[in-house]
């Protein structure tokens, strides 16, 4: 039965700026700064033609992957004017089958935690994400954040892979 407040499908939508981990990539995924001197258009026809969305650095794991958002059709105009208005959708049984699933959000100290114990599987490292919402008490985010915002991501996926899911 359809949900209002679920989707089948998943969006990866291409950014008008490079990608965030570049700047930080410590083993940067091949290609990154051909895709980091793309505009958001030529991104989605680099997409097209390949018929591989590519797998970038995240900023916080530095560990590659392809972003999704699973949010429902109401809230993928806030995704479009934040990333850009092009994208390509999948269905959900498509992202599972490439390996993809839900992004596993942390909390900041829960994450310092577990990365002084060693970290997470190599498997699981392209699904972690630090979360440190707007709503995290000041002295958390400063803590964990030095300053340097919030992070909340909510509703979206990922696929672990080295380029990215074939379409």
């Known amino acids: 039965m359809p949900r209002p407040d679920f989707s089948d499908y998943v969006v990866h939508f291409t950014k008008r700026w490079p990608p965030l981990g570049i700047a930080g990539a ?4 091949g290609g990154l700064a051909d895709i980091a001197r793309m505009s958001a258009y030529d991104r989605l026809i680099a997409i097209l033609e390949s018929g591989i969305v590519r797998a970038t650095n995240m900023p916080h794991t530095d560990r590659p992957c392809v972003c999704f958002t699973e949010c429902v ?10 990333y850009s208005c092009y994208g390509v959708g999948f269905h ?3 992202l599972f089958r490439e390996n993809g699933g839900p992004v596993f959000y942390m909390r900041q100290d829960l994450f310092a935690i577990q990365n002084a114990a060693g970290g997470f599987d190599d498997a699981l490292w392209p699904f972690i994400t630090p979360f440190a919402p707007a709503y995290a008490p000041d002295e958390h985010l ?3 954040r030095a300053g ?20």
């Open 92 to 94: 959900k049984k498509l």
């Open 142 to 144: 400063e803590e964990y």
């Open 26 to 29: 410590r083993r940067p995924v």
């Open 73 to 82: 059709w109401g809230s993928l105009l806030d995704h479009a004017e934040r």
């Open 148 to 167: 340097r915002g919030h992070i909340d991501f909510l509703a979206r996926a990922r696929v672990a892979c080295s380029e990215g899911p074939s379409i």
